[in-house]
């Protein structure tokens, strides 16, 4: 079971229901990137202080600021990567929202994540092949080498991004079996 592991922007609005009081800090990420050309860097997201995540500038925030954070993972196209907690990890203490510029995970595949709970799935006579898919699928999971959209099912980790994106709306989120 690895520290992080992905969910949807739905399963993200669930964990955080659970709780009550949080603490945001600056991604460790970012931080040792430098300017991140996707988002802001305060997108740590933690439920206890003690679990903070790895970079800078820790502090406490109000459900409402935990909103923003929300709404620029939507608007941003950033992945839902919850995290365990160190000595229980059937408790989450957390959740990162990650992107293709600066996330190690993305620039380094093999510091692997678990895959989450919920997987894709194309209706394909509904879909067009127009790809916006694939440019938010930072797991590879959607390609499209020619005119017809490739989808990889074992590399779906299951954001939910490309549910999000999609003009023709014919993909859906359903339970990895």
Same mark, same amino acid.
């Given at each position: 079971?690895?520290?992080?592991?992905?969910?949807?922007?739905?399963?993200?609005?669930?964990?955080?229901?659970?709780?009550?009081?949080?603490?945001?800090?600056?991604c460790g990420?970012?931080?040792?990137?430098?300017?991140?050309?996707?988002?802001?860097i305060d997108?740590?997201?933690?439920?206890?202080?003690?679990?903070?995540?790895?970079?800078?500038?820790?502090?406490?925030?109000?459900?409402?600021?935990?909103?923003?954070?929300?709404?620029?993972?939507?608007?941003?196209?950033?992945?839902?990567?919850?995290?365990?907690?160190?000595?229980?990890?059937?408790?989450?203490?957390?959740?990162?929202?990650?992107?293709?510029?600066?996330?190690?995970?993305?620039?380094?595949?093999?510091?692997?994540?678990?895959?989450?709970?919920?997987?894709?799935?194309? !209706?394909?006579?509904? &879909?067009?092949? @127009? =790809?916006? #898919? /694939?440019? $938010? +699928?930072?797991f590879g999971?959607?390609?499209?080498?020619?005119?017809?959209?490739?989808? !990889?099912?074992?590399? &779906?980790?299951? @954001? =939910?991004? #490309? /549910?999000? $994106? +999609?003009?023709?709306?014919?993909?859906?989120?359903?339970?990895?079996?």
């Amino acid at each position: 079971m690895a520290f992080h592991y992905v969910c949807t922007r739905d399963e993200a609005r669930e964990l955080i229901g659970r709780h009550r009081e949080f603490w945001v800090s600056n991604c460790g990420c970012r931080e040792q990137r430098g300017q991140c050309a996707r988002s802001r860097i305060d997108v740590c997201l933690a439920f206890r202080r003690e679990a903070a995540g790895s970079g800078s500038g820790t502090r406490q925030v109000t459900p409402a600021a935990v909103e923003e954070i929300l709404g620029e993972a939507e608007e941003k196209h950033l992945v839902s990567r919850p995290f365990r907690n160190e000595a229980n990890r059937t408790e989450t203490d957390g959740i990162c929202f990650c992107c293709d510029d600066c996330c190690d995970y993305f620039l380094h595949p093999e510091n692997r994540c678990d895959q989450g709970d919920l997987i894709e799935r194309t !209706d394909a006579d509904a &879909c067009t092949s @127009c =790809g916006d #898919c /694939v440019e $938010v +699928c930072y797991f590879g999971a959607r390609q499209k080498p020619a005119y017809e959209l490739v989808i !990889d099912r074992e590399r &779906c980790y299951g @954001c =939910g991004l #490309c /549910v999000d $994106v +999609c003009p023709a709306d014919c993909i859906e989120m359903a339970p990895r079996g």
